[in-house]
């Protein structure tokens, strides 16, 4: 009785020490996590109302953007995501086993596959097709500005990287960008070993990964084919409005999981980006100060 009491003892007293031992990172834990949702949180927010605000005028876009939309989608995107979409298919069915098995123990994995698909899918389809992406961006910004649309397209006519890439050279370039984004995306799949929570883990850290592949591809057209930013510089662009880009690119990247249907939406980001860069960015930032590196500006606020 004496022995067993003692142990008892010793096992409380091992839990109170856990417990107290992690009591203040956990304190820290939730201050800081209040302190980014105080800063980034309304930026966030307004991201997310313009993009749900874009995607409400999906229903009724202007004669100009569907003129620039639809010859994008049909012959740009819509045969690199079909080719996609169809080895995924043939995969699943000649490996069928595999499959089911892999969706049973590893169910994120077709969510990180199907975003994957829609976005790697513009991705590709941008590097074939420079020009006509490139217009995309600029009819949005025609849409609330045409005076600052006109500017923006004599910029990326002149000097841009407007060279098409051929099928090779696309893919390549797509898979070279981004080498990380497989690295993370491995790491992220490995979650989905835990039970429950795992899948959500996955499926959370990889819908912020494809947010940020997405931030990157709708705004390309600003800022390498219209003010030619090195690759640092579009780093730190990116960086200082991560937060609205994320809240406007997360429900595209949600909607992406839905075949067709969500492919079909996602290419309207890349028009209705344009209403958000020129509200938060560009007239909150006013003219863009030069530098030798870059024409970054310098502060969302």
């Known amino acids: 009785m004496t022995t067993k009491q003692s142990n008892n003892i010793n096992y409380g007293g091992l839990v109170k020490q856990a417990v107290d031992r992690v009591k203040p990172h956990l304190s820290s834990f939730m201050t800081d996590g209040l302190q980014m949702l105080h800063t980034h949180g309304p930026h966030f927010m307004r991201g997310l109302t313009t993009s749900v605000t874009g995607m409400m005028g999906i229903l009724s876009p202007s004669a100009t953007v569907n003129k620039k939309y639809w ?3 049909k012959d ?3 045969p690199v995501l079909g080719a996609l979409y169809g080895a995924f298919a043939v995969f699943a069915f000649f490996f069928f086993p595999i499959t089911v098995g892999i969706l049973i123990f590893a169910p994120a994995l077709l969510w990180q596959i199907l975003t994957t698909i829609s976005v790697y899918s513009l991705h590709i389809a941008t590097k074939r097709h420079p020009v006509e992406h490139g217009y995309l961006f600029i009819e949005g910004i025609r849409e609330v500005d045409p005076k600052l649309a006109q500017d923006f397209e ?3 006519n ?4 407007l060279r098409p890439r051929d099928w090779i050279q696309a893919i390549q370039e797509s898979f070279d960008d981004k080498i990380y984004f497989w690295t993370y995306s491995f790491i992220f799949l490995l979650f989905s070993i835990l039970p429950i929570i795992g899948s959500f883990i996955t499926a959370a850290a990889h ?3 494809v947010s940020e592949k997405l931030a990157w591809r709708i705004l390309d057209t600003y800022m390498t084919k219209i003010e030619k930013m090195s690759h640092a510089d579009q780093t730190r662009f990116i960086n200082k409005y991560w937060s609205l880009l994320f809240g406007y690119c997360f429900p595209y990247v949600v909607l992406s999981s839905i075949p067709v249907v969500g492919p079909f939406m996602l290419l309207y980001a890349e028009v209705f980006v344009a209403k958000l860069f020129y509200s938060e960015m560009y007239m909150k930032e006013g003219k863009f100060e030069k530098t030798e590196t870059s024409n970054i500006p310098t502060s969302i606020e």
């Open 158 to 161: 002149t000097g841009g990287n």
């Open 154 to 156: 004599r910029r990326m």
């Open 76 to 78: 740009a995107y819509l």
């Open 207 to 209: 819908t912020y990964l």
């Open 71 to 73: 010859p994008f989608f």
